[in-house]
């Protein structure tokens, strides 16, 4: 079962607003509506930012959104900050017949 | 306090054992879906293992036969004993769980460093 595909790297200034794309299948992102968001400082345990698609933990800034739209699915940051520079990794229910949960290979974000 | 603290890691040579450990505190760990996700140096997020609130296992190609998930109500701990350990096996180790949301893990552990190597 392969990585979800995201871009390796991203950029803006800060202000601007940058989008990631998780590639996956009909077999994970196409089949369900339970794709997540990490962001990951160097050093540090992945930190959850969006569920379910599109939904916000607590504590979570609006400024990060999620949508999906076939086997594709994107976070949105917008009004970027400096503490945004991250890594950010997507991931997504894969079904029964695997292993449940598959990660994207993951796109560094540089705050310009 | 809720919170996973992960332990057990270390320097192994390949085809050694080592068995890690997630001590659970604020909830029980006996009727929770627990994961197990680890990171290679410089790399992205693999999903492990995982065990499902009534027991049951699911493991990833990579580790199936070798490695095995387990959780001790007594000591409120889950575990992952690893087996036959290779280089590629050499990666951070996290547990999570997902505490407050469905199908994503919003509580990590801080991880644990394991290094397969003669």
């Known amino acids: 079962q392969s990585a979800l595909t995201q871009p390796p790297s991203a950029s803006g200034s800060p202000g601007q607003s940058v989008t990631i794309s998780c590639t996956g299948t009909s077999s994970d992102i196409g089949a369900y509506n339970y794709v997540s968001w990490y962001q990951q400082h160097p050093g540090k345990a992945p930190k959850l930012i969006i569920y379910e698609v599109s939904k916000r933990p607590s504590g979570v800034p609006d400024r990060f959104s999620g949508s999906k739209s076939g086997n594709t699915a994107s976070l949105t940051v917008s009004g970027l900050q400096a503490e945004d520079e991250a890594d950010y990794y997507c991931?997504?229910?894969?079904?029964?017949?695997?292993?449940?949960?598959?990660f994207g290979t993951g796109t560094k974000v540089t705050v310009l | 306090e809720v919170q996973l603290v992960e332990t057990g890691g270390g320097l192994i040579q390949p085809g050694g054992s080592l068995r890690l450990s997630c001590a659970v505190s604020?909830?029980?760990?006996?009727?929770?879906?627990m994961i197990w996700v680890r990171q290679a140096p410089g790399k992205g997020l693999e999903g492990v293992s995982v065990i499902y609130t009534g027991g049951g296992t699911n493991y990833a190609d990579s580790v199936k036969g070798r490695f095995t998930i387990s959780r001790d109500a007594s000591k409120n701990t889950l575990y992952l004993q690893m087996n036959s350990l290779r280089v590629e096996d050499t990666a951070v180790y996290y547990c999570?769980?997902?505490?407050?949301?469905?199908?994503?893990?919003?509580?990590w552990g801080q991880g644990t460093m394991v290094t397969v190597s003669s």
């Open positions: 991931s997504s229910h894969a079904g029964s017949n695997n292993f449940p949960y598959i």
């Open positions: 604020g909830f029980t760990v006996s009727n929770n879906y």
């Open positions: 999570a769980n997902p505490r407050t949301v469905m199908g994503a893990f919003d509580l």
